[in-house]
Every structure is written in structure tokens, then in C-alpha cells.
């Protein structure tokens, strides 16, 4: 179950459970049941970029370019995924739940979405 803690700062934690395994030298995301859901570009997406921003939080790299220059992608690229961490929980888990409205897929997510988690909601037909 996803879980959103507002912090005595202000920020906002967003608990999702998951686990990585490795699987042909690549890294898969297992669900708390045990299921593999690599298919799903939109999870795998979701979990490398609460993976990426956890490494900023960490201090483990300053700022996207660096993270970047690392993972040996596009600034512009790291810097679409990691919008997706900005997502209103209810999204969150509609992807991590496969119920995300038809039609909407991890290109229409890593686009500038609105800052307001309702009218996130309201842009994706999800109220």
C-alpha cells in the first residue's frame, strides 16, 4: 500500500513498496506479492525515478546533471522521468495498480503535469 507522510518540513513522503531483484544482469521490480511487473514501461519509469531522486536527496550526486552524467542519459531525459515523482499519490497507484484510464501512457506523465495534485487528477479524468 502506498503511503504519503507530510513531514515536519513541509515535503512530502511518498512510501511505495517495492524491491528490486536482479534478473539477466538487469534489474527487475517485484511487487510486495512477489510479481515481476517489468513489463509495464509506466512502473519501471515510476520506480527509476523515486530511485533517481532518492540518490539527490541522498547528496550521493548535486543536482540532474550529474545524475545524468552517471546513468549515461540525456539531462532532458532524467529530467522528464524524474517529474514523476511529482505525482499525485492516487496516480501513483493507479499505475502501480493498473488502473490508469486507457489511453494515457509514461510519455503523457513525463510531461509537465500541474503542481496541484487535484488538478493532476482532473487532467487524467481521475476525479
Known amino acids: ?21 536482479n534478473c539477466a544482469g538487469r534489474k527487475r521490480i517485484v511487487t510486495p506479492d512477489g510479481e515481476q511487473n517489468f513489463a509495464d514501461p509506466l512502473i519501471t519509469n515510476l520506480a527509476r525515478a523515486y530511485r533517481w531522486q532518492s540518490l539527490i536527496d541522498a547528496g550521493q550526486f548535486a543536482n540532474v546533471h550529474e545524475l545524468a552524467t552517471a546513468v549515461g542519459k540525456d539531462y532532458a531525459y532524467v ?21 490508469l484510464p486507457e489511453g494515457i501512457g509514461v510519455e503523457d506523465l513525463r510531461q509537465s503535469m500541474p503542481v496541484l495534485w487535484s488538478e493532476q487528477k482532473k487532467l487524467l479524468n481521475m476525479e
Not at 1 to 21: C, H, Q, Y
Not at 83 to 99: D, F, K, S, Y
Request: proline share 5%; charged share 15%.
Open 79 to 99: 529530467a522528464r522521468v524524474l517529474r514523476l515523482t511529482l505525482l499525485a499519490p492516487e496516480i501513483v497507484h493507479a499505475i502501480l495498480t493498473g488502473t
Open 1 to 21: 500500500m502506498i503511503d504519503v507522510e507530510m513531514l515536519a518540513n513541509g515535503n512530502v513522503k511518498v512510501t511505495i513498496p517495492m524491491s528490486f531483484r
